[in-house]
């Protein structure tokens, strides 16, 4: 598997109004890029274009992979809603999407897997029986089943507690390394504890950020982290104020 | 959960009780003669002289609503599933299917009896029809609401239409086959009443016609009695299998 860059540039279109006038942006090959911006931005359209899926907005314009091979097969996505089957086991739910290609599924590789993200002893349990931070782990174990070398994060961190939320960032961040990640967030801190780059999404293009030198996942109480932090938050709140002017 | 049983026996008692005391107490004040409204007692009474013959038209319209339902539900299943996975299908058949939902199925009962005869396969073919459409409609709405996400993670596996339909439209859709088991439980003893009521020579209905005709207003309201006991097992046999699968399913 080799994690390819994303190259995508042109405006983003919905319902007759543009989204994104203009941007051009290099998501690099086996890294994590976050996505920043305001809610209805188009944040979660360009996800959805990368991954080929039904989508309301329109792109003008093109999104390749480095190595021009078809991007969508090679994408496992995983969203702030856990979309898990309700009625079937965490073991079963890792195994889903080998299971609706046709292929055997393999119970042994789902529940190393589970293990890896702390749910070992847990590979029967339904969606029911487990917290929002258990089945977001599920959610993970499935997407790594995949194997796939891009994977979309749609806010997967959002609806959980601070605490979980902090756990699952470690947890995604060791266990998705050298895939080329892209996350959407509106969190500034989860953006400059993750990302390797990042990006503030406006209705005229994409702004990039600066980030603390150091590799991710960076430590949340370190002062470079807070400074980059508080900046980020300072950046995101001018572009607001420009739209709103 | 015998106490449970128990309280949910003393909770449908309490309502019985009710309505025979009233009952009783109607007869009893006004007078009416017992040709037009028969006490409790005299019911019980012929339920009990009667009751080989209440019986064996029990058994004869719950054997006629069995098949039927079956029937229904086969077709009903099969109709949705085959609309689920066919786009062209869709495009076909459910003009038709609104169309044909348009006539009320009761209605056909007359004509289904002229073509059928008074026999079992009329009453069959009245009970399946009248339990086909809630079914197939009921099933295939559910088929087709597939949550986005679990539409999302579909398209990202490449699944096919089948596995899609198998792995999650299926198990999603069941909630959508249980509200519709639970009309055709309603419509079922209906159709067997509305088929029986249109000719037969058999059944709780039929049984229904000829103590009236005969004044025998007792045994009318035996084989009345007879038939809502009908209705209630089936309806009771629903909810179970309703609560069982949701459970299983952790819908609810």
Redesign the interface.
């Known amino acids: 598997m080799i994690a390819p860059a994303i190259h995508m540039a042109g405006s983003l279109h919905a319902g007759g109004r543009c989204l994104i006038e203009a941007f051009d942006l290099t998501l690099p090959a086996g890294r994590w890029s976050a996505l920043l911006g305001a809610s209805g931005v188009g944040k979660t359209s360009l996800l959805r274009l990368i991954?080929a899926?039904p989508c309301a907005a329109r792109l003008d314009g093109r999104i390749t992979a480095q190595d021009n091979a078809a991007i969508?097969?090679r994408?496992?996505?995983m969203?702030q809603?856990d979309?898990l089957?309700?009625?079937?086991t965490a073991r079963d739910n890792v195994t889903?999407?080998?299971?609706?290609?046709?292929e055997r599924p393999q119970p042994d590789r789902a529940a190393a897997l589970l293990a890896d993200v702390g749910l070992a002893g847990h590979e029967t349990r339904?969606?029911?029986q487990l917290s929002a931070g258990q089945r977001q782990r599920v959610a993970l174990a499935r997407t790594l089943y995949?194997d796939r070398a891009i994977v979309l994060l749609d806010e997967p961190f959002s609806a959980l507690d601070a605490m979980t939320r902090h756990t699952m960032q470690d947890l995604a961040a060791g266990l998705l390394s050298g895939r080329t990640v892209v996350l959407i967030t509106h969190d500034p801190a989860e953006a400059i504890r993750l990302a390797d780059s990042a990006w503030i999404v406006t209705r005229t293009g994409v702004d990039p950020c600066p980030l603390p030198p150091t590799a991710p996942p960076r430590a949340p109480e370190a002062a470079t982290t807070l400074t980059a932090q508080a900046a980020l938050l300072q950046r995101m709140r001018l572009h607001l104020a420009s739209e709103a002017a | 959960m015998i106490a449970r049983a128990a309280r949910g026996l003393w909770r449908a008692a309490v309502p019985v009780l009710v309505t025979l005391a009233v009952w009783q107490a109607v007869v009893s004040l006004s007078g009416v003669p017992r040709f037009i409204l028969p006490g409790p007692g005299l019911v019980a009474q012929s339920l009990w002289d009667n009751a080989a013959l209440i019986w064996q038209n029990t058994l004869w319209s719950a054997s006629n609503l069995g098949l039927g339902l079956v029937i229904g539900i086969a077709l009903g299943v099969e109709t949705a599933l085959l609309l689920a996975l066919s786009r062209r299908a869709r495009w076909l058949l459910r003009p038709m299917l609104v169309l044909a939902q348009a006539i009320p199925a009761f209605a056909l009962a007359p004509v289904i009896t002229l073509w059928l005869g008074y026999g079992m396969p009329s009453k069959i073919v009245t009970i399946a029809l009248v339990t086909y459409f809630p079914i197939a409609s009921a099933l295939f709405d559910r088929l087709m609401s597939l949550p986005a996400g679990l539409s999302d993670l579909s398209r990202l596996s490449g699944a096919g239409r089948w596995r899609e339909t198998l792995l999650l439209r299926l198990p999603h859709a069941v909630p959508g086959l249980l509200s519709g088991l639970r009309l055709a439980a309603v419509y079922g003893p209906l159709a067997v009443l509305i088929g029986e009521w249109v000719g037969a020579s058999q059944g709780l209905g039929h049984l229904m016609l000829m103590s009236n005709g005969r004044g025998q207003t007792a045994l009318m309201f035996a084989a009345l009695i007879a038939l809502s006991g009908l209705s209630l097992s089936l309806w009771i046999a629903v909810e179970a299998l309703s609560r069982w699968s949701e459970k299983r399913l952790s819908f609810a």
Do not use: F, N, T
């Not at chain 1, 089957?85 to 079937?88: H, I, R, V």
């Not at chain 1, 889903?96 to 046709?102: D, F, N, S, T």
């Open positions: 991954a899926l969508a097969p994408v496992a996505m969203a809603d979309q089957l309700p009625w079937a889903i999407c080998a299971r609706l290609r046709g339904k969606p029911s995949e």
